[in-house]
C-alpha cells in the first residue's frame, strides 16, 4: 500500500476514533441549528430521517431578527416586518459581527440603523431602548441577541416534539474564525443549549446531500465522487471540497468570506436606485425611509431570480417610489460580487490540487443560490456542467446538523450509522516570533481533530521568559492576520540565545475549537491557554448571568403574550 493510502487509512481511523469518543448514547432529541444571518432554520433526526420542524407562524425557516416594541420582544418574521416603523430597535446581521472586534465592524455598523458601541476589550456593544421600560437603554453582547433567536428556534422544536430540548449542534461558516465560533458556542449556552457540536455549513449541506445520494440506481452505497459545496447564503458565503467515499465525507479544502451574500447584492441596488432615482436623496433622508427601500429591493431581488424585470415599489410620506428594475441592469450592478464568489472557487481547488474537470457535482446551498447570474458563472467556469440542485438551499444545513446530531446522540441506523465526518481548519495557526513574523504552526486545510508542535527558542541571552502571542490567517506578517489569544511560559532554560528549545503544541478538536501549549524541553515548565476567555469573549460568570437574564425575558415574553390574549379575547 503506498504512503498517501497508508496516511489517507491512518487520518479515517483517528477520525473514527474520536467519533466514538465524542459519541455517548443519549436519551433525548438532539437538535440542529442553521443560526443564519437573516433566515435560520431547526431540524432533528426522527424515525430514520432528518425532519425541518415549522415554527409557531407555520413557517420552516424563521428571520434572525429581534426587535423591542411596545408589546414587547418579539424574534422572527414579525420584528423583521415592523423595522421600517421600528429601526434603531430592531436588530438584524448580528451574524456579521459576532467575534469580532469594535475596530472591525466600521462598514457594518455604516448599514445598520440601530446604535453600536465599543464595551469592555473592545469589544461591540449593541445598545436599544425598552418601551416596556419606559425606553429604558438596554446594552446586549451579539451573543446575546444571537442567542434570542437560538431561543426561538429552541422553542419550535420544544412545540412540534412535544419535550424540553437540552442540546443542540449549530452550524457556522467555515470561515468563521476560532471567536466566532467560540462566541457561537457562547450564544447557544445563554439559550439555554449544551452545544455539542459546531459544524461548518459547507460540510453539514454536504450530508444532506450524502444521505440523499447515499444509494445510486443500483441500490449501492456511492463509493467514491468530489462534491464541491457552494454555499451563498444571506450573509456569508463558503465554498467546500469534499471526497465522498463509503460513507467518509472528508473536507479537501474549504474557502470563503463572511461578509459576502444576499445583503450585499441588495445594498448595491439600493445603492443604484439611490443614484438613479428621480430626487432620491430628500426621499430617502432617513432610517425609517432607507429600510422601506431595503426592503423594496429585496423585494425585486427575488422576483429578478423568476422574470426578466421587476416593479421596485414603496410609499415613503406622500411619496410614491416606483420603478422598474431589469435583471441586466441587477446584474451589472452586482457583476463585481457575483465575481468575488468565483474567485473562492477557484482558491478551493488550487489548494485541494484538483482540476476542475474532476469535481463530479456542483451542489448549490443558500438562498442566494437562486440569482440566476450566479448560476450562469459558475456554469460557463465548469465548461457547461450542470449544477445540483437536488438539495433544499433554504433547509440542507439544517438538514446535516440534524444528522451529524442524531449521531453524537448515539443513533445507529441504516442511514447514520456509516456515516464519518472529517473536517478542514479554514484559516492557518501560528504564533508571532520577533519582528511580528507569523509562524505557522497548522496550515490551513488541515485535517480535525489535529495536534501540531513546533520548536522555537529565545532571542535574547539569559531570557527566563517568553511570550506567546497566537494568530489565525494567512499574510506572513501578523500584522494582517487575526489576533485570537495570548499567554506567557516562565521558568525558561537560563541560556545564550537560541539554545533552549520550546515546544508549542497546537491541538485542534471536532468543534474547531483550539488549545495551546508550550512547555521548555529541559526544565519542563509549561503553560497553556484555551482560548476560551480571551479578546471579548465572556467569562463563565457573565454566560450564567446573562443565561439568567435570557430565561427572565423568556418568562416576560410569555407573560406579554398572555396578557396580549388576554385583551384580544375582551376586545
Known sequence: MGEAKLAQKKKIEEAKLASKMNNATLDEYVIGIDLGTTYSCVSVWKDGEAHVLSNAEGDRTTASWVSFTEAGRV??????????????????????????????????????????????????????????????????????????????????????????????????????????????????????????????????????????KREGDDGEIIKDQTILVFDLGGGTFDVSLLHLQDGVFEVLATAGDTHLGGEDFDESLMTHVQKTYPNADSIFNDDKSKRKLRTACEKAKRELSITQSAKLECFVGEHEVNMTISRDEFNKVNEATFQRCLEAVKRVLADAGRDKSLVNEIVLVGGSTRVPRVQEILTEYFDGKPLNKSVHPDEAVAYGAAVQGAILAGVRDKQTSKVLLMDVVPLSLGVECEGRHFAKVVNRNTSIPCKKKSEFTTVYDNQTEIDVRIFEGERMSTDGNHLLGEFQITGIEKAEQGVPKIDVTFEVNTNGLLTVTARDRVTGSEANVSLQHDRGRLTPEEIERMCAEAEAMREEDEMLQKQREIDGYMD
Not at 461558516?173 to 449544551?194: C, H, V
Open 75 to 212: 424574534v422572527g418574521e414579525s420584528a423583521k416586518r415592523q423595522a421600517a416603523q421600528n429601526p434603531k430597535n430592531t436588530l438584524f446581521n448580528i451574524k456579521r459581527i459576532i467575534g469580532r472586534q469594535f475596530s472591525e465592524i466600521g462598514e457594518d455598523i455604516k448599514h445598520m440603523p440601530f446604535e453600536i458601541k465599543e464595551g469592555p476589550g473592545g469589544k461591540p456593544i449593541i445598545v436599544v431602548e425598552d418601551p416596556t421600560q419606559n425606553n429604558e437603554k438596554k446594552e446586549f453582547a451579539p451573543e446575546q441577541i444571537s442567542a434570542m433567536v437560538l431561543q426561538k428556534m429552541k422553542a419550535t422544536a420544544e412545540g412540534q416534539l412535544g419535550c424540553v430540548i437540552n442540546k443542540a449542534v449549530i452550524t457556522v461558516p467555515a470561515y468563521f474564525s476560532d471567536a466566532q465560533r467560540r462566541q457561537t458556542k457562547d450564544a447557544g449556552q445563554i439559550a439555554g443549549l449544551e452545544v455539542l457540536r459546531i459544524i461548518n455549513e459547507p460540510t453539514a449541506a454536504a450530508l444532506a446531500y450524502g444521505l440523499d
